[in-house]
């Protein structure tokens, strides 16, 4: 499974890096999960409002923050 995060390091991308590293970890779940700051790569994944979550080449969120559980429901529906 590769996530990303993507977001230009702002304290809310950041805090949305750490739920998903704790989600993949509280899940045990073999998963690469990449932070995103390039601009470029952000707008050509189609994210416009940041942070945004990516889930296999999927946007599975974005413009917010979503939860821990959240993170979780959105990683077991994959």
Partial sequence: MTIKVLG???ANCKRLL???HKAV???DI???V???TDIMEIAQ???????GLIINDQIASYGRIPTLEEVKTMLKGV
């Fill in 45 to 51: 994944a189609g994210i416009m409002k940041t942070p």
């Fill in 34 to 36: 990449l932070y995103i």
């Fill in 8 to 10: 230009s390091g702002c």
């Fill in 18 to 20: 750490q739920i998903t």
């Fill in 30 to 32: 073999e998963a690469e």
């Fill in 25 to 27: 970890e509280e899940l």
